[in-house]
T-cell receptor, first 112, second 118 residues
């Protein structure tokens, strides 16, 4: 089983739709969680951190479920510019870089 | 503006040649990292460094070497021993950020270097 698993997609949804992705992780001791966005042939950029209480940033909502070991990302009122690959990132929580694990990404395509 | 600069953006190499990818940051971050990304796959850690003159192997260090002589610089050499070097190489740096649950490394990436072996 991979340490961080994501549905690779692609998710193809119309503009204005609501779309949600899940990401599961295997290490129950994981402490920090993030969603990064990566455009085609570009570097990943931090979209948002995922906190235990859940958090929202405009149209984006992130949730953490420790019991089931998954995190989710919800995008409301999707825009064409949301088309990208979304990477789930799980961090062991100390200063060791080797604890940061990236998922393979979920590809999202928004159609007009 | 602060950021991470990688060069070159595109690089072609003949088999058997060593190549060095540059990574410079002016964010005053202590930690720096090199990742490799292959099509349709996640990022895999090659090497990382938390302080000057110290670095550690990541998951796929074989065929690569690094140095950290200055805080701002973390060059990666892809040696001829790396059997499948064609990939997208990403350099990143981080600070240690206290989150709600615990501390966490938040990564800032350079624009990447795309290496193709001919």
């Amino acid at each position: 089983r991979k340490e961080v698993e994501q549905d690779p997609g692609p998710f193809n949804v119309p503009e204005g739709a609501t779309v949600a992705f899940n990401c599961t992780y295997s290490n129950s001791a994981s402490q920090s969680f993030f969603w990064y966005r990566q455009d085609c042939r570009k570097e990943p950029k931090l979209l948002m951190s995922v906190y235990s209480s859940g958090n929202e940033d405009g149209r984006f909502t992130a949730q953490l479920n420790r019991a089931s070991q998954y995190i989710s990302l919800l995008i409301r009122d999707s825009k064409l510019s949301d088309s990208a690959t979304y990477l789930c990132v799980v961090d062991g929580g100390d200063s060791s870089a080797s604890k940061i694990i990236f998922g393979s990404g979920t590809r999202l395509s928004i159609r007009p | 503006d602060g950021g991470i600069t990688q060069s070159p953006k595109y690089l072609f190499r003949k088999e058997g040649q060593n190549v060095t990818l540059s990574c410079e940051q002016n964010l005053n971050h202590d930690a720096m990292y090199w990742y490799r990304q292959d099509p349709g796959q996640g990022l895999r850690l090659i090497y990382y460094s938390q302080i000057v003159n110290d670095f550690q192997k990541g998951d796929i260090a074989e065929g690569y070497s690094v140095s950290r002589e200055k805080k701002e610089s973390f060059p990666l050499t892809v040696t001829s021993a790396q059997k499948n070097p064609t990939a997208f190489y990403l350099c990143a740096s981080s600070i240690y950020r206290e989150g709600i649950s615990s501390g966490a490394n938040v990564l800032t990436f350079g624009a990447g270097s795309r290496l193709t072996v001919l």
